[in-house]
């Protein structure tokens, strides 16, 4: 099981705009002993009701990951108010 905090979602979120395409910038990384993974994995908030930003659902496919390629991270939520 993986928990994932609002705070680093939201921060993966803006870091994605920022680098436009960074599958041109991945590196392959070369590992000695084989990549374990879980069956699958969970998410819980961790937020406060206070946050303007509440995650719903998170939605990871393939799910498991699967180690080399690539993945897409669905995210739906709901915002209280105008970001900046």
């Given at each position: 099981?993986?928990?994932?905090?609002?705070?680093?979602?939201?921060?993966?979120s803006a870091a994605s705009l920022a680098l436009g395409?960074?599958?041109d910038a991945q590196e392959v990384l070369q590992v000695?002993?084989?990549?374990?993974?879980?069956?699958?994995?969970?998410?819980?908030?961790?937020?406060?009701?206070?946050?303007?930003?509440?995650?719903?659902?998170?939605?990871?496919?393939?799910?498991?990951?699967?180690?080399?390629?690539?993945?897409?991270?669905?995210?739906?939520?709901?915002v209280s108010s105008t970001i900046k």
């Amino acid at each position: 099981m993986v928990s994932i905090p609002l705070l680093a979602i939201l921060g993966l979120s803006a870091a994605s705009l920022a680098l436009g395409n960074p599958i041109d910038a991945q590196e392959v990384l070369q590992v000695d002993s084989p990549v374990h993974t879980s069956s699958s994995w969970e998410w819980s908030d961790c937020g406060s009701p206070d946050d303007v930003i509440e995650i719903k659902s998170v939605k990871v496919s393939p799910d498991p990951p699967v180690p080399g390629k690539n993945m897409t991270v669905e995210v739906s939520g709901y915002v209280s108010s105008t970001i900046k």
